[in-house]
Nanobody, 123 residues
Framework: QLQASGGGLVQAGGSLRLSCAASGRTFSSGAMGWFRRPPGKEREFVAAIRWTGTTYHADSVKGRFTISRDKAKNTVYLQMNLLNPEDTAVYYC???????????????????WGQGTLVTVSS
């Protein structure tokens, strides 16, 4: 089970940190990812972290967002800095049980999804 939290309303240029707590899941394999669905748009990849610790970030968030994890807490974080209105979306965390690499940016590679947390960035 995945529990995402940390969303909210923030002004442009501000920061938020999203958390995704995974119960019944350890980081001994697979990957954890963050996706988002902007209003009226398709779900898109944001960032992911493999069990090895290797991270991946979408070009649109590189240098502003950082994915990390706390293995002891079975929790993945998404630190979001320099937010802009285009980052407004429902953010979802997901977990992949398999050791995906080339397909890590595709939603279909993930087995379980959290409920989503809304991030709204005002201009």
């Amino acid at each position: 089970q995945l529990q995402a939290s940390g969303g909210g309303l923030v002004q442009a240029g501000g920061s938020l940190r999203l958390s995704c707590a995974a119960s019944g899941r350890t980081f001994s394999s697979g990957a954890m990812g963050w996706f988002r669905r902007p209003p009226g748009k398709e779900r898109e990849f944001v960032a992911a972290i493999r069990w090895t610790g290797t991270t991946y970030h979408a070009d649109s968030v590189k240098g502003r967002f950082t994915i990390s994890r706390d293995k002891a807490k079975n929790t993945v974080y998404l630190q979001m800095n320099l937010l802009n209105p285009e980052d407004t979306a429902v953010y979802y965390c997901a977990t992949a049980l398999r050791n995906i690499v080339s397909m890590i940016r595709f939603p279909s590679s993930y087995d379980y999804w959290g409920q989503g947390t809304l991030v709204t960035v005002s201009s």
